[in-house]
């Protein structure tokens, strides 16, 4: 048993390794927002004609998608970002890892116009921090279902790594006395942060 449990813990280790990092070095970014981290202020303005769909006052967002869908986009639209103009012409941000998009719909032309921000590196990396998918992003709905096994191998490696250390007859005592400092030291941290401030 004892043998099978330190294997699983060595390569769902390996398997979770890569992400741990990047979830660690989002981490940080969220953290210490350095100038290199921050958003790029440089944006690139495109139009395309296309079949818009039908006007939906009574729905901005399910217009909003329209238009996304339409545009052949992926992202989440934003609904502080989203407006009419007094002409009834509808105005939307939309947002990815990476990319943001202000997005214009004409109707009097007919077309969409696209103000695009490429976000740089580093945003992509801190919005991979929990991401979940993407609307119409495959790729980032696995990115998701890796983040659900990297949580439950977390919290296996947790349990087994405690029970691996525990189990030993050398130390046994010190593993105990650190697992109860650490635990007590948790505790109480997040005890005092919503109690005491």
């Known amino acids: 048993m004892r043998k099978w449990l330190l294997r699983l813990h060595l390569y769902l280790g390996l398997l979770c390794s890569g992400y741990l990092m990047v979830f660690g070095v989002s981490s940080l970014v969220f953290n210490h927002p350095l100038d290199f981290t921050k958003p790029s202020k440089a944006t690139v303005t495109w139009e395309r004609s296309l079949p818009l769909p039908p006007i939906n006052r009574e729905n901005n967002e399910a217009e909003s998608e329209a238009v996304r869908d339409a545009l052949a986009l992926m992202g ?9 103009d007094g002409g009834g012409d ?27 921000r490429r976000e740089g590196y580093w945003t992509v990396v801190r919005s991979l921090h929990g991401n ?25 490696a ?8 525990a189990s030993r007859k050398k130390d046994r005592r010190a593993a105990w006395a650190v697992l109860g400092a650490a635990t007590a030291l948790s505790l109480g941290f997040m005890l005092y942060v919503r109690y005491g401030g």
């Open 158 to 165: 947790a349990v087994t790594g405690v029970y691996l250390f």
């Open 132 to 156: 979940h998918g993407v609307p119409h992003s495959n790729l980032m709905t696995a990115w998701g279902w890796y983040t659900e096994i990297c949580t439950l191998f977390v919290l296996f």
């Open 90 to 116: 509808l105005h939307f941000g939309l947002a990815r890892p990476g990319k943001h998009y202000t997005i214009h719909v004409l109707r009097g032309a007919g077309a969409v116009r696209v103000e695009e």
């Open 76 to 84: 989440w639209t934003i609904p502080w970002e989203t407006h009419r």
